[in-house]
């Protein structure tokens, strides 16, 4: 059930053009068994009216990233101002409005940083259990190459944690 999915990012990594991104730094936090957290930091040195080339790869039984169904492009500046309801332009602006300071109209210039961000199952449309990668490009108008985050997904049931009572430290 969707209820019980768990979309927990086992690892990040951020690759950057360096004539427009600088400062650059990814990390991921562990919370607990179901959950870790992501902070991001970087400072354009430009403005950036952002196209967005959203891939998802799944891993399978030889251990390699293949394609998995989605691979679109968006103009996030057309779902910002609500002209494209392309849905997955539609769940990223979501994540990204609730985990950043990009929350505000085109273009993006300066300090952008995301601070404790994670997969929401009520965001995401159900993925079959296993490893994912999604890779996230982020272009200038499809001409200016600005940057890459990859994030890689274990889509998962929740894992039920029992804590111990007195009553099982005595048994």
């Known amino acids: 059930t969707q209820g019980n999915l768990v979309y927990k990012i086992k690892n990040i990594e951020c690759i950057v053009n360096p004539v427009f ?3 650059v730094s990814c990390s991921l936090k ?16 430009g403005q950036l009216n952002p196209t967005l080339r959203l891939q998802v790869f799944a891993k399978d039984y030889t251990n390699q990233y293949k394609p998995f169904l989605i691979d679109v492009k968006v103009n996030v500046c057309a ?14 602006w979501r994540i990204l409005r609730e985990f950043t300071n990009a929350n505000h ?18 965001y995401l449309p159900p993925f079959p259990h296993g490893f994912y990668q999604f890779n996230l490009e982020f272009w200038n108008s499809t001409t200016q190459f600005f ?10 049931e929740m894992i039920k944690s029992r804590n111990k009572t007195k009553t099982d430290i005595k048994s």
């Open 105 to 122: 109209s085109c273009p993006f210039s300066g300090h952008l940083m995301a601070r404790n961000g994670y997969l929401q199952s009520n």
């Open 30 to 45: 562990a919370i607990d068994w179901n959950k870790s957290v992501v902070n991001m930091d970087c400072f354009l040195l």
């Open 79 to 92: 779902i910002i101002k609500r002209r494209n309801f392309l849905p997955y332009g539609v769940i990223f």
């Open 21 to 23: 991104v600088t400062n």
């Open 147 to 156: 940057g890459t985050v990859k994030f890689f997904v274990q889509v998962m």
